[in-house]
């Protein structure tokens, strides 16, 4: 590691917020000295609360996350926001930097946000929130937010970072609630119903929480039963039962659940996994892109297979 980066390294520790945006460019510009660099940071992190923020567009995150965030600063904690959307590269956490600075959170050095930008691959997106955390979670921030938009695979595998998924809704009709039962009890370990000042709120409530109690009948090893709160994100209502409720969730967590531990196996699990798939990844577009090349033509004329191939190449990476 260059001295420069250990220098960097020991800023980050000591929260110097520039430093760690510098880092988070650095992994999505997927330089290669990172990984010296993140393997140093992981050991040294691992005191933050991270909470994933999910939910549908448009269903209010962006203005509960900074509603939150007013909520935590006025307790005097510290707390890093990565908004991740996929959808729009920039405007995800423009929109949520724009509300920060409007509340007035920006400027009091307790406060940092960042926006991830996929950047074309959506695959290495997760990999690289991943790596972003491991650098936010070195430094002193009580808790870490994720903001990402809960739609499609990629977006689902983002909420795996995370010790703690919220899951957004707003209120629905009837049909709209039938149709987003399906799934979404996986996720959640806290469902909210935000945009409580439209009529139909107290019936989402009521539907989600038969959902729930569903659920909990039919899984009878689940011990944490997710909560329904209800918010009004644009002045704050139900935002202190959101907190407590989060509070709640990673205490039930910390007191040692069999069932917390074996998630957080399954996020490492998953991290691996991830981590591993990238090294090949790379490996396949820079040391080994001209070996696979020349061993493309036997396997189009059918003297070899793509298993095959794949194979030598997973013995190569070995090697
Ligand atoms: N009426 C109402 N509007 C809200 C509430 N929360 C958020 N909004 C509005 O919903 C829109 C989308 O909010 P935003 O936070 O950007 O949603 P995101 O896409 O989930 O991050 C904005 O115009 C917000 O002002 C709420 O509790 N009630
Ligand atoms: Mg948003």
Redesign the pocket.
Known sequence: MEQDDRKLLDAVAAGHIRSAARLITRVERDDPAMVAMLQALYRMGGRSKVVGVT??????????ISSLVGHWRRHGLKVAVLAVDPSSPFS?GA??GDRLRMMDHSGDGGVFIRSMASRGHLGGLSRATGDALTVLDAMPWDIVLI?T?GVGQNETDIMRHAAVVVL?QTPMGGDDVQAAKAGINEIGDIFVV?????KEADRTVQMLAEMIALGQRLHAERIWKPPVVK?????GDGVADLAAQIDRCFAANANGMPAALHRARTRMRFRVGEILRDMLDRRMRAEDGQWLEDLLDPVLARESDPYALAQRMLERAGG
Not at 55 to 64: E, F, I, Q, R, V
Not at 194 to 198: R, V
Not at 231 to 235: D, E, I, S, V, Y
Request: aromatic share 0%; charged share 15%.
């Open positions: 939910g549908p567009p448009g269903a209010g995150k962006s203005t509960l995800g929109v949520l903001e938009v957004l935000n945009k409580a000042d439209h918010t009004q994100a644009t002045t």
